[in-house]
């Protein structure tokens, strides 16, 4: 069988959260990285609509995150999945990922890429920050090319994501909420999001919040946010501090590089 190959933007937090369910199961894979917009193609020319992540594997193409966390969870046995067996508490970590797929994912991207549009005070896009990152694992080719179209490329993720100063403030607010609902589930129960077990809602969770937290465990670390400067840099301050923050960030330390057959080790 051939090896599946992971189509990606490296810094993508969809691309990571399906990066780390392949190498919690312990999936061989071979990640085909591209910089924003020239990923389209690649995406297609996969089986993939033009986002990523796409799998491509021998029973064919998967071009959605979640369907990518189904299929390699399958390859373990039940008690080491990120979805349990028992109907009940598959159904709570469904409804889980579904909402965090749909409003925390697509709200972080949208906060963080109007804060990099805007740069502290207006006054920058920090190519000089986002450039190196956002090009990391691939092809030379293509990061000369981010080097050079930063700026138009920059211009049109945000038209497409429609990050305007009012869609970028109630998406802060999404992000508030959804810490707020995380937080008040660990409170009364945890240490994981469903209680004792740690499922794909820690790992979803963790995966699409990291932009805002930058994880030094991740694999494709983001510059400090601090150097955003002004109120993006308090915000994320907060959003560090706060109690769902913190168990993204602990998630990260204790999971990201432990494979699902290795000893829990806190
Ligand atoms: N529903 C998709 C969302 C993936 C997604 O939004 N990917 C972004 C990167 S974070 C993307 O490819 N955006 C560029 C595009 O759609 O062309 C999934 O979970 O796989």
Do not use: N
């Amino acid at each position: 069988m051939s090896t599946p190959r992971l189509v990606t933007i490296p810094f993508s937090h969809f691309c990571e959260k399906a990066r780390w369910a392949l190498d919690r199961a312990g999936v061989s894979y071979v990640e085909q990285a591209h910089v924003p917009m020239v990923h389209r193609p690649y995406s297609k020319a996969a089986g993939g609509s033009g986002s990523v992540p796409v799998l491509v594997t021998a029973d064919g193409p998967l071009g959605e995150s979640a369907e990518i966390l189904r299929w390699a969870d399958a390859t373990l046995p039940e008690p080491s999945r990120l979805y349990p067996g028992d109907p009940s508490a598959r159904a709570e970590v469904d409804a889980l990922v579904q909402d965090f797929d749909r409003g925390l994912g697509p709200k972080v991207r949208l906060w963080a890429y109007f804060e990099l549009g805007r740069g502290p005070e207006g006054r920058g896009r920090r190519a000089d920050l986002i450039v190196p990152y956002a090009g990391k694992g691939a092809p030379a080719f293509e990061r000369v090319l981010l080097r050079l179209g930063w700026s138009p490329v920059l211009s049109l993720i945000l038209r497409a994501y429609g990050c305007t100063p009012e869609r970028a403030d109630k998406a802060r607010a999404r992000i508030d909420a959804t810490f707020d609902a995380v937080g008040e589930r660990l409170a009364a129960g945890g240490p994981w999001i469903c209680g004792e077990r740690f499922t794909a809602a820690d790992l979803v969770f963790a995966s699409l919040a990291a932009p805002l937290l930058s994880p030094p465990e991740h694999p494709f670390p983001a510059p400090d946010p601090a150097l955003l400067g002004g109120a993006a840099s308090e915000q994320v301050a907060r959003w560090r501090a706060h109690p769902a923050g913190q168990h993204a960030l602990r998630t990260y330390r204790v999971e990201r590089h432990r494979r699902a057959d290795a000893p829990a080790t806190a």
